[in-house]
């Protein structure tokens, strides 16, 4: 794909509404909205504005020293369709739908973060079907800088 290639991309202007709401002292619920609009490349191509919303509920524990964060929920996706000089591509315009389930368990050490996230379409229409997106997985290990505060001792 053309807009792949180093120098050859387009911008892309993203708006995100994000609200979080405790329900307990480990229970909470993640809400988010997001919508991105894409810009045409130099060789007129443009992927089509997107937009996702999801729901989570996420469990916090402290587990000692540490802390462990797990979360389930779905996401919705839509994309509007790819053009090339404004008009519609006719074979593979990625115009559809996507929705998952996800879930995802992070721990939260000192100085280390293990994360691992996996979502499968549940409900899927991609260019007329033509296009499937599969399970999908993430695993990573973060470390985190530590920082200092600086307290004031004039605070009131």
């Not at 130099?42 to 979360?71: C, D, E, H, P, W």
């Not at 006719?90 to 996800?102: I, M, W």
């Amino acid at each position: 794909i053309k807009n792949l290639y180093p120098g050859t991309g387009a911008w892309e202007e993203l708006l995100i509404l994000n609200y979080t709401f405790t329900l307990n002292k480990t229970w909470s619920a993640q809400n988010e909205l997001s919508y991105a609009f894409k810009q045409s490349n130099n060789a007129g191509y443009k992927y089509g504005n997107s937009a996702q919303a999801s729901f989570t509920a996420v469990n916090n524990r402290k587990m000692g020293m540490r802390r462990l964060i797990s979360s389930i929920g779905f996401i919705y996706s839509h994309f509007q369709p790819s053009l090339l000089d404004g008009e519609v591509l006719s074979l593979n315009n990625n115009k559809g739908f996507v929705l998952s389930p996800k879930a995802s368990l992070n721990l939260i050490g000192y100085r280390w973060l293990y994360s691992m996230q996996c979502q499968v379409p549940l409900f899927q229409n991609l260019n007329d079907r033509s296009i499937k997106q599969t399970f999908g997985m993430e695993a990573g290990i973060t470390y985190l800088l530590k920082t200092k505060i600086k307290k004031h001792e004039n605070n009131i």
